[in-house]
């Protein structure tokens, strides 16, 4: 867990330090404060995504073997496995927000802090959904690599976590607005310092619906899982 | 100490008065327009040491997968205790323990804690499950090392307790693919004899496959050969040297399957287990 913090912390202080003046300059306000709600995602997203593609690993040479093979519902062992990763991922999150105070960042309203939580939690499941979703019909860590590069990374940098979708093109604000992660991010920066761009109740709306369609995609397709 | 003290609280249904516990019909399974087994038919008698025998690509583990579930056929029947595994996945898989080619267990846990998740998973209530496991680990000699991680564990030591927690919840039929790969003469010793005595003293069933020829000759009570995905050849090892005209069992596979080296491409599965190994996995 702890080698897992060194990226966005890197990012934080990177990206939080090396933008923050041109962002004031440029009238955006405390950049950090802005960044930080990205990189709780930022988190988020890496660790849930990670612990859904173990899978390919565990279902071969883990432990996941063992359960495929035991009178227990393949809905159950999903359900389960998503919601530890799940988490995991979720408390990865709340380290990275504890650390952020570390860098000056407070949050605007602490009575919104179990909403904000609740948002981590929503992107935790719907992307550990997703990791297993995948994972259950690949059957190579080669396959990892190309997750990483085509869906993790498009999906981080493209969704508001960096920088603001307001003003920005139609085809970035389109694929951002298509972006689940959009709205997680949306989500924990409204709860955490106040600035919106979607709304909140449009972020918790679409995150939920999202997260529920997926769980369903994703147990549907553990439960085919055929080594 | 004996493995019938704690194997005789078992169930009263049981595959015990009957004569056959496997049976298959007919099994075929095809993927993408290949063949991997086709049309195979063979039987294993309850209380017999089975070996499933065949090269690489034969159809062998496509064959044992869908004993135990993990496959379905394309088309053909099977019967394992008494179960479809089609029809009744969950019976089926209480019938069975199972112990893969690869390691199945959990390195994080300890060697206890992975006795007693399959106990849970298999629904065995907490006080038969505790005394279960002190009786298994004492068998397979890993009682005082319970409480240690399973991944400071040695490929042998990992091998005897995936056997012994296969067996948690007390199945009449137990499957080993390839039990003895990798390890050292001492520990094939140990599992061949820890197995014997499951075969002698509780009467259960063992379903194995190995290219290590010359155990299966030494521990066999019936074997079968598949090739091409069809059976070629059942029989007890007498009856297939017999066959061959040959002295060993190793001698009669090659005579059956012939010398030609078989090609494969890896597959995904083999791919991770040649990185697994270069990182230090057994």
Redesign the interface.
């Known amino acids: 867990m702890v080698g897992s913090l060194g990226q966005p912390l890197l990012f934080l202080v990177a990206l939080g330090f090396g933008f923050g003046p041109i962002y004031q300059r440029a009238g955006g306000g405390n950049y950090i404060e802005f960044l930080v709600p990205g990189i709780i995602a930022m988190g988020v997203l890496f660790t849930a995504m990670f612990s859904g593609i173990e899978i390919?690993?565990d279902k071969?040479?883990?432990?996941?073997?063992?359960?495929?093979?035991?009178?227990?519902s393949r809905i159950e062992i999903m359900m389960g496995r998503t919601l530890g990763g799940a988490t995991v991922a979720t408390l990865q999150g709340v380290v990275v927000f504890i650390i952020s105070f570390a860098i000056g960042f407070r949050p605007t309203n602490w009575m919104l802090l179990p909403l904000a939580v609740v948002f981590m939690l929503l992107t935790a499941l719907f992307f550990t959904a997703l990791g297993t979703a995948i994972a259950s019909i690949?059957?190579?860590?080669?396959g990892f690599q190309l997750i990483m590069n085509f869906i993790v990374m498009p999906t981080f940098f493209l969704s508001g976590a960096l920088f603001p979708l307001a003003g920005l093109p139609s085809y970035i604000s389109d694929i951002a607005a298509l972006n689940p992660l959009s709205y997680g991010v949306d989500g924990l920066r409204g709860t955490l310092t106040s600035v919106l761009h979607f709304g909140l109740g449009t972020d918790l709306f679409i995150l939920s619906i999202a997260t529920f369609i997926l769980l369903a995609i994703g147990s549907y397709l553990f439960s085919r899982i055929?080594? | 100490m004996t493995v019938s003290k704690f194997l005789m609280d078992r169930p009263k249904k049981s595959q015990q008065n009957e004569q056959t516990i496997i049976t298959v019909s007919g099994l075929t399974k095809k993927f993408n327009g290949f063949t991997a087994v086709d049309n195979v038919s063979f039987e294993v008698k309850t209380g017999a040491i089975f070996a499933f025998l065949g090269p690489n690509g034969a159809g062998k583990s496509t064959t044992i997968?869908m004993l135990?579930?993990?496959?379905?056929p394309t088309s053909g029947l099977m019967k394992v205790a008494g179960f479809d595994p089609v029809k009744d996945?969950?019976?089926a898989?209480?019938s069975f323990g199972?112990v893969?080619q690869?390691?199945?267990?959990?390195?994080e846990l300890t060697a206890y804690e992975n006795m007693e998740?399959?106990g849970v998973?298999?629904?065995v209530p907490k006080d038969l499950r505790n005394e279960r496991i002190r009786h298994l680990l004492e068998f397979i000699e890993l009682w005082d090392r319970r409480g240690d991680l399973v991944k400071h564990f040695s490929g042998g030591m990992k091998r005897r307790l995936e056997i012994a927690r296969g067996l948690i919840h007390h199945p009449e039929l137990l499957f080993l693919d390839e039990p003895t790969l990798g390890l050292d003469p001492q520990t094939r010793n140990h599992i061949w004899s820890y197995v014997g005595r499951l075969n002698t003293e509780e009467k259960m069933t063992i379903f194995f496959t190995t290219h290590y020829m010359e155990e299966a000759d030494r521990v066999a009570h019936t074997a079968a050969i598949i090739d091409n995905g069809k059976i070629v050849a059942r029989g007890t090892p007498e009856d297939l040297k017999r066959q061959t005209k040959t002295t060993s069992l190793e001698d009669s596979f090659l005579a059956l399957t012939g010398k030609t080296i078989r090609e494969e491409e890896s597959?995904?599965?083999d791919?991770?287990?040649m990185?697994?190994k270069a990182w230090g996995?057994r």
């Open positions: 390919i690993w071969q040479f883990g432990f996941l073997k063992e359960t495929l093979v035991a009178p227990v690949l059957d190579d860590m080669q055929e080594i | 997968k135990t579930t993990l496959l379905q996945p969950d019976k898989r209480r199972i893969f690869d390691q199945s267990l959990d390195d998740l399959h998973l298999y629904h597959t995904g599965a791919r991770m287990r990185r697994r996995g």
